[in-house]
């Protein structure tokens, strides 16, 4: 599709990205003057717009889409065995919490309980949707959407060992995208950017990225400066130390033997 009412419409939209250019600029300055002090990072997130991707299967290629992400979607709808859908059944969103956590210690982020999974699905209803990829009778990969308006937003993703070398996260972000398009969703917003190795996978399904102000504190007292500054030193020290106190307390004799171990070697 082209033509002067296209053009016409991509110039409005650039001229819009420069107006909330603007408009972010003044609210950072805006914030600044308030006493605010950054509570993270600017918030990159990653929207695609399935309204505008034909479907790979019928021999027009999705525009934004590199050729090895295409390879992979398709490589992901042959495999034998291999479907894609909603999830229903309460045995299938046990498979997906546990992918969840399985996900979560693999990339070294941590991850809510199942109850905190289940209120969002029983608390937003209709505009929870979870979508997913099984490999058999086994969930392989999913995501889980919140729909609101015209916007489908990921909140969790994740992917098992056999879903990742059937590569089914392809496919199933394919899948995810086709199905909110046929509830008259236009944008697909994949969530934040964090400079890794999920971040690129992200890149492979649009071009585009928003950036967001972030989080913002606002000090109610003068050693909170010095409060923001330690936390992470603190948090990285519990991390570290957390795992070797849970096990000292769990088998007590075998960490003394190794505390004895380590002085007979060193001395």
Do not use: C
Not at 30 to 58: F, K
Not at 63 to 71: E, I, L, P, V
Not at 148 to 158: I, R
């Amino acid at each position: 599709m082209g033509g002067p009412a296209v053009a016409a419409a991509q110039g409005r939209h650039r001229r819009g990205d420069r107006r909330r250019r603007t408009s972010r600029t003044d609210r950072l300055a805006g914030l600044s003057r308030a006493g605010g002090i950054p509570a993270q990072r600017q918030h990159r997130t990653h929207p695609a717009h399935p309204g505008r991707r034909p479907d790979p299967g019928r021999g027009r290629h999705p525009g934004a889409f590199n050729s090895s992400t295409r390879q992979n979607v398709r490589k992901s709808f042959r495999a034998e065995g291999v479907r894609f859908g909603e999830v229903t059944t309460d045995t299938d969103l046990q498979q997906v919490l546990a992918i969840n956590k399985e996900t979560g210690k693999r990339a070294g982020f941590a991850v809510h309980d199942d109850g905190y999974h289940l209120a969002i699905r029983d608390l937003m209803g209709e505009r929870s949707q979870l979508i997913a990829a099984w490999d058999g009778d086994d969930v392989a990969a999913f995501v889980w959407l919140v729909v609101s308006g015209d916007t489908a937003f990921e909140l969790y993703g994740g992917v098992s060992p056999r879903g990742m070398k059937l590569r089914l996260n392809y496919g199933l972000k394919f899948h995810a995208m086709k199905h909110v398009k046929a509830q008259g969703v236009s944008r697909y917003d994949f969530n934040g950017l964090l400079n890794d190795g999920i971040s690129d996978f992200k890149r492979q399904f649009s071009k585009h990225e928003d950036l967001l102000i972030g989080t913002w504190d606002k000090p109610l007292s003068p050693l909170y400066p010095a409060f923001a500054t330690a936390l992470p030193t603190v948090r990285h020290a519990l991390k570290r130390g957390l795992p070797a106190a849970k096990a000292t307390l769990r088998d007590p004799k075998a960490a003394l033997a190794g505390l004895r171990s380590r002085g007979s070697t060193s001395s």
